[in-house]
């Protein structure tokens, strides 16, 4: 580090106990702006209608190693009919609560790009991460599902008409917000 260069105070504790606090110091270590969360609202009009595929790929993705896709399996009593007998190998994508799921996840990306990131959003985001912590998805496999999507996001934005939207400002936007 430079002599020059002041280290930013954080306040570790408050990290952990205040949503609105850990996105301020999030977006600052990364280098989100709120001009890059206005281009995010800005490719709504386009990634919007790629909802739908975005999240059957994410299914797919997710069912496609028996790792990922025994989270699902072992939630099946809550939501499934109990009277079908079914194995990892034959529990599929047509079962009652990968359709709830399935319309959840399409909700919430519909959300990320229209919707304010504010109290209620990072409470939803914090709460979507509780759930999964507490139906212990291990945090590789969010890592992996989280790198999945960024690259399909990315893959829609390359064909972004770039006419309408910064596409070159949105890429480099997604690329930094990877977490894996």
Known sequence: ???N????QIDEEKLITDLEYRFQYLCQF???TEQDIELIHGS???LGPKVDGLVDAVYDRL????CTKKVFF????????PSQTVTLDTYDLNKPQIGMRK??????????VTKPYDKAMLQALDSMGRIHKAVNVDLIHMQ?????????ILAEVFKMDTDTVDGEAVEGLFVRLRIS
């Open 30 to 32: 990364i280098g989100i």
């Open 144 to 152: 992996a599902l989280l790198a999945f999507v960024q690259d399909a």
């Open 74 to 81: 072992s939630q099946r009593e809550k939501y499934d009919d």
């Open 1 to 3: 580090m430079s002599e």
């Open 44 to 46: 709504a009009p386009f």
């Open 5 to 8: 260069t002041s280290v930013v």
């Open 103 to 112: 319309s959840s996840l399409k909700r919430f990306i519909v959300r990320l």
């Open 63 to 66: 069912f496609s190693f028996s």
